[in-house]
């Protein structure tokens, strides 16, 4: 067909999560308390980070831009979210729906590179403690960081050009609660087979192979740990590993599900639940297995909110103060 025949489509309407008409109003709240757990969580982990001395190592500086990327990527997708939900479902013009798919795109792969980036420095302080100083050197740990960001929005912005470039004839309804990657593509009437198979090697580029790699040092992380003599250290170790395995495994294999398998494989209610994991539960669980378990982190915290106090006190009996 000639490109005259289309009627293209320049708004699109989110319908939200299907019936739960009845319900929406608890979901919004409930909703809306987890952005504020997930805001609040990460950015007192960004704050204590960038605030106390003894935090400035490799790893928390992993934990602070993790953290960076969580705040953005939950901002991006919970307010028009909450939107939906509240107005039982939202008008978003294709621009912004495209903006908001590359904006999540970009952030899931820069985190899908920091969590590889993470395994691989606890693979060198619980394998190789000798050689970790001289590898996760400062200047080692902020390239990987720049690395991961730079590489995602790089990457991603290849997909987004391929899928701006198709015709979006309609229909003009998204059966989802955010601009994702197989509704967008259900708006197109060109044959998108060609974004499919960019999508999916991308997906294998900077999910899949950082999963294998998270996995291979995983490996050998516990078999290290098997090693280790006392069974207290076993056991202290085992447990900070498995927490962060799962929640990793989780995301991973979320978006690996989502993107890298082909787009009718699963109904929309599934791909609805399983978006929901990575958008939500992960980002909302992430301060406290990363994080506030951590001691250091929570002297850290502590550290933190007694300044805060003291400040306040100080501001306080000033005010008194003749």
Known sequence: MKEDNYSRITEVWLTGIDHLQSTRIV???????????????NLLIISV????HCLHSPMYIFLCSLSLSEVLFTTNLIPKFLQVLWEDGAAINLGSCLAQFYVCGSLGATECLLFASMSYDRYLAICKPLHYCSVMSFAFCGKLVLFSWVCA??????TLIMISQLQFCGPKIIDHYFCDFSPILELSCSDTHAVEIETFIITSSVALFPFLFVI???ICIITTI??????????????????HLATVCTYYGTLISLYAIPTHTFS???SKTLSL??????????????????????LGVQKCLRKCLIRKERHFLGHFTP
């Open 226 to 243: 098997l090693n280790i003599p006392s069974s207290t250290g076993r056991w202290k170790s085992f447990s900070t590993c498995s927490s």
């Open 216 to 218: 291979g040092t995983y």
């Open 277 to 298: 994991s990575y958008t939500v539960v992960t980002p909302m669980f992430n301060p406290i297995i990363y994080s506030l378990r951590n001691k250091k982190m929570k």
């Open 27 to 41: 979901l919004f709240i409930f909703f809306l308390i987890m952005y504020v757990m997930i805001l609040t969580g």
């Open 268 to 270: 929309r209610t599934v």
């Open 153 to 158: 929005f790089t990457i991603m912005s290849i």
């Open 49 to 52: 980070i960038t605030s106390e």
